[in-house]
């Protein structure tokens, strides 16, 4: 029922700081966590980030901890990713998911924004 459409993707510096958007349409977000993926390339994707449905609870991986901040706000759903690295080079992805601790799939993924960090 979701649809997630991501924006704010761009090619940045290392150093500099970027804000990714995640608007979603069709639904509420209240009923669900939302999490951030990142897919490189040569690498599996990896989820950054979590939100509990209530925005109560945050969760970080050990490679933005620290530089990113997950956030949201009615319909829409923020990654701030600051002193970005080169290794954040990636197609970033929101996905609406029963829980932060869910092993399954996501129940819903956006399309995903690319973020290139080069000089």
């Known amino acids: 029922q979701l649809q997630l459409v991501e924006t704010g993707g761009d090619v940045v510096q290392p150093g500099e700081s970027l804000r990714l958007s995640c608007k979603v349409i069709?639904?509420?977000?209240?009923?669900?966590?939302v999490a951030w993926f990142r897919k490189a390339p040569g690498k599996e994707r990896e989820r950054v980030s979590c939100i509990s449905s209530d925005g109560e609870l945050t969760y970080y991986s050990d490679s933005v901890e620290g530089r990113f901040t997950i956030s949201k706000s009615g319909s829409r759903l923020n990654l701030q990713i600051d002193d970005a690295v080169p290794e954040d080079t990636a197609v970033y992805t929101c996905?609406?998911?029963?829980?932060?601790?869910?092993?399954?799939?996501?129940?819903?993924w956006g399309q995903g924004t690319q973020v290139i960090v080069s000089s």
């Open positions: 069709g639904g509420s977000l209240s009923s669900y966590a």
């Open positions: 996905a609406a998911t029963p829980g932060c601790l869910y092993g399954g799939d996501p129940n819903y």
